[in-house]
C-alpha cells in the first residue's frame, strides 16, 4: 500500500528497556485552573505539546471536562525554566483554553497536541475526531491531523490533512502527526490506521505548502505517502511522538510502542538523516511506566510523548502518564546520542 523506506530488520532491538530519562516531576488537572470558564479544573489533563517560547515553556495540555464522550481541548498552560532546572512544580498553573472542538474535523474532540516551529511560525498538529468518530455505519477517517498557526499569541485553524479520494475509503484513522521541514519542503509524519488492521509510521509529501498559514481550514491532500519504520514481532504498533530535535543535522525523534502482550506503552528513539533515511534506533526502549502516575490511572502503564525541546545540554520531554497526568522528563544529548550510537546503520 505504502513503499518503504527501511526494513526493519536493519536495526536489531530488544525488548527490554533500559530507563534512562529522568524524571523532573507531573501535574495533575486539580492544579490547573482554567481561564474564562465556569468550571475551575478540567477532569484529566494529560498528552503536552511543548515549546520553548521567549525562555518560558508553554505546554498545550489536552484536557477533559467529563467522561460522558470523553471530548478534548487543548489548554495553554507557562512553566518557567527555573521550575524545570529545579525539578519541582510545586505551584498550580493558569490554562487558557486555546483549542477546542468546532468543525467536523474535530467536533468529538481534540486530541494529542504536537506543537514545533517551521521557520519563525509556530504550529500546532492535533488529531480531530471527526463527525464519524461515533457512528457505528461508518469506519472511514474517524480521525484526521488538523492544522493551526499561532498569530499574536491566538491559535487559528489552517488546514486538515486527507490521503487522496481514491485511499479515503480505506482509511480508519490517522493520528500522531505533525510537520517537519527537510531540505525537501515540508512534510507531514503520522500514523494511518488502515482497513487493513496495520498501523503504518509515515511520512508524506503535501500538496498545498504556502496553505498551511492562510486560515480558513482548507484540506490539503497528501501524497508520496511512505514508510519510515516499522514495529517489531513484539509490538502491536508504534506511532511517531515528538517532533524531532535537531542534532548535529540529523533528526532525533522520540517513538511509542504498544506491547503485543501486555499493551504497555514504552518509548525509544529514532534518528533519522537529512534525507528522512534511519540511520539508527536505539537497541531497547529508554523509558516506560515506573513511577505510580505512570502505573495507574485513566490508562494503566501509559507514557505518551508529544514534545522535546533541547535547553542547554539537554532534551526536555513531555508526556501524558497514564491518561491522567502531565509528565515532563529529561535526558542528556550526548548520552541519548551514545545510545544511538550503539546501533547506527550509516
Same mark, same amino acid.
Given at each position: 500500500?505504502?513503499? @518503504? $523506506?527501511?526494513? /526493519?530488520?536493519?536495526?536489531k532491538?530488544?525488548n527490554?528497556t533500559?530507563? /534512562?530519562?529522568k524524571? $523532573?516531576?507531573?501535574i495533575?488537572?486539580?492544579?490547573?485552573?482554567l481561564?474564562k470558564y465556569?468550571?475551575?479544573?478540567p477532569?484529566?489533563?494529560?498528552?503536552p505539546?511543548?515549546?520553548?517560547?521567549?525562555?518560558?515553556?508553554?505546554?498545550?495540555?489536552?484536557?477533559?471536562?467529563?467522561?460522558?464522550t470523553?471530548?478534548s481541548?487543548?489548554a495553554? /498552560?507557562?512553566?518557567p525554566v527555573?521550575?524545570?532546572?529545579?525539578?519541582?512544580?510545586?505551584?498550580?498553573?493558569s490554562?487558557?483554553?486555546?483549542?477546542?472542538p468546532?468543525?467536523r &474535523? +474535530?467536533i468529538?474532540?481534540v486530541?494529542?497536541?504536537?506543537?514545533?516551529?517551521?521557520?519563525?511560525? %509556530?504550529?500546532?498538529? &492535533?488529531?480531530?475526531?471527526? =463527525?464519524?468518530?461515533?457512528?457505528p455505519?461508518i469506519?472511514?477517517?474517524?480521525?484526521?491531523?488538523?492544522?493551526? @498557526?499561532?498569530?499574536?499569541?491566538?491559535?487559528?485553524?489552517?488546514?486538515?490533512f486527507?490521503f487522496?479520494?481514491?485511499?479515503?475509503?480505506?482509511? #480508519?484513522?490517522?493520528?500522531?502527526?505533525?510537520?517537519?521541514?527537510? @531540505? +525537501?519542503? =515540508?512534510?507531514?509524519?503520522?500514523?494511518p490506521?488502515?482497513? +487493513?488492521?496495520?498501523?503504518?509510521?509515515?511520512?508524506?509529501?503535501i500538496?498545498? *505548502?504556502?496553505?498551511?498559514?492562510?486560515?480558513?481550514?482548507k484540506?490539503?491532500?497528501?501524497?508520496n505517502t $511512505?514508510?519510515?519504520y *516499522?514495529?517489531?514481532?513484539?509490538? *502491536?504498533? $508504534?506511532g511517531w511522538?515528538?517532533?524531532?530535535v535537531? #542534532?548535529?543535522?540529523e533528526?532525533?525523534?522520540? =517513538?511509542?510502542a504498544?506491547?503485543r +502482550?501486555?499493551?504497555?506503552?514504552?518509548?525509544?528513539?529514532l534518528?533519522?538523516?537529512?534525507?528522512?533515511n #534511519? =540511520?539508527?534506533?536505539?537497541?531497547?526502549y529508554?523509558?516506560?511506566?515506573?513511577?505510580?502516575?505512570?502505573? &495507574?490511572?485513566?490508562?494503566p502503564?501509559?507514557?505518551?510523548?508529544c514534545?522535546?525541546?533541547?535547553v542547554?545540554?539537554r532534551? %526536555?520531554?513531555?508526556?501524558?502518564?497514564?491518561?491522567?497526568?502531565v509528565?515532563?522528563?529529561?535526558?542528556?544529548?550526548?548520552?541519548?546520542?551514545?545510545?544511538?550510537? @550503539?546501533?547506527?546503520?550509516?
Amino acid at each position: 500500500m505504502f513503499r @518503504k $523506506i527501511c526494513e /526493519i530488520t536493519a536495526f536489531k532491538r530488544e525488548n527490554k528497556t533500559v530507563d /534512562i530519562v529522568k524524571r $523532573i516531576g507531573a501535574i495533575t488537572a486539580d492544579r490547573i485552573h482554567l481561564k474564562k470558564y465556569p468550571k475551575d479544573n478540567p477532569v484529566t489533563a494529560f498528552n503536552p505539546g511543548l515549546i520553548l517560547v521567549d525562555g518560558e515553556l508553554k505546554l498545550y495540555v489536552r484536557i477533559v471536562l467529563g467522561y460522558f464522550t470523553y471530548a478534548s481541548a487543548v489548554a495553554e /498552560i507557562t512553566i518557567p525554566v527555573e521550575e524545570v532546572e529545579a525539578n519541582s512544580f510545586p505551584g498550580h498553573y493558569s490554562g487558557e483554553i486555546v483549542i477546542f472542538p468546532d468543525n467536523r &474535523y +474535530d467536533i468529538w474532540g481534540v486530541e494529542d497536541p504536537r506543537v514545533y516551529r517551521i521557520g519563525d511560525e %509556530i504550529l500546532m498538529t &492535533y488529531c480531530g475526531r471527526t =463527525v464519524s468518530y461515533f457512528d457505528p455505519s461508518i469506519r472511514v477517517e474517524r480521525t484526521l491531523p488538523v492544522c493551526a @498557526k499561532r498569530v499574536d499569541k491566538k491559535w487559528k485553524k489552517t488546514c486538515v490533512f486527507r490521503f487522496p479520494k481514491d485511499m479515503r475509503s480505506f482509511v #480508519v484513522s490517522d493520528k500522531d502527526a505533525f510537520l517537519v521541514k527537510t @531540505k +525537501d519542503g =515540508v512534510k507531514l509524519f503520522h500514523r494511518p490506521h488502515m482497513r +487493513d488492521e496495520n498501523f503504518y509510521l509515515t511520512v508524506s509529501d503535501i500538496d498545498g *505548502e504556502g496553505e498551511l498559514g492562510d486560515g480558513g481550514l482548507k484540506e490539503i491532500p497528501l501524497k508520496n505517502t $511512505i514508510i519510515a519504520y *516499522e514495529a517489531a514481532e513484539f509490538e *502491536e504498533k $508504534i506511532g511517531w511522538g515528538t517532533p524531532p530535535v535537531k #542534532v548535529d543535522n540529523e533528526y532525533l525523534f522520540f =517513538v511509542h510502542a504498544v506491547d503485543r +502482550d501486555l499493551k504497555f506503552y514504552k518509548v525509544f528513539a529514532l534518528l533519522m538523516d537529512e534525507d528522512l533515511n #534511519v =540511520v539508527s534506533v536505539t537497541p531497547y526502549y529508554i523509558m516506560e511506566p515506573r513511577e505510580i502516575y505512570e502505573v &495507574y490511572g485513566d490508562r494503566p502503564y501509559t507514557i505518551f510523548p508529544c514534545g522535546a525541546e533541547i535547553v542547554d545540554d539537554r532534551i %526536555i520531554i513531555s508526556y501524558g502518564a497514564a491518561d491522567s497526568a502531565v509528565g515532563l522528563g529529561e535526558i542528556k544529548v550526548d548520552e541519548i546520542m551514545s545510545e544511538l550510537d @550503539k546501533n547506527r546503520c550509516d
